[in-house]
């Protein structure tokens, strides 16, 4: 139900995601390193800023989410 982003050199726990009320079956980082999303079996991908921890933006799908993945337009960034 929930996702941790790590300090890598020191192991340290940054941030704790919460909202999923099911398993997070899924994460993925943005190219530019700012955002993560995850997916769960709740039938929702959750978008959040890495730097502060925030919920960005949910969106509700019609089935348990498995594998994500960030999609560019052109090379551009597509979200936010």
Same mark, same amino acid.
């Given at each position: 139900?929930?996702?941790?982003?790590?300090?890598?050199?020191?192991?340290? +726990? !940054?941030? =704790?995601?919460?909202?999923?009320?099911? %398993? +997070?079956?899924? =994460?993925?980082?943005?190219?530019?390193?700012?955002? =993560? !999303?995850? /997916?769960?079996?709740?039938?929702? !991908?959750?978008?959040?800023?890495?730097?502060? /921890?925030?919920?960005?933006?949910? %969106?509700? =799908?019609?089935?348990? +989410?498995?594998?994500?993945?960030?999609? %560019?337009?052109?090379?551009?960034?597509?979200?936010?």
């Amino acid at each position: 139900k929930t996702a941790r982003i790590w300090d890598a050199s020191t192991g340290a +726990v !940054i941030h =704790v995601l919460e909202g999923h009320d099911h %398993l +997070v079956w899924s =994460v993925a980082f943005s190219p530019d390193s700012r955002y =993560v !999303i995850t /997916g769960s079996y709740d039938e929702t !991908i959750r978008f959040w800023d890495i730097e502060t /921890g925030e919920l960005k933006k949910c %969106l509700q =799908v019609k089935k348990p +989410v498995s594998c994500i993945d960030f999609l %560019l337009e052109e090379g551009r960034r597509i979200f936010p």
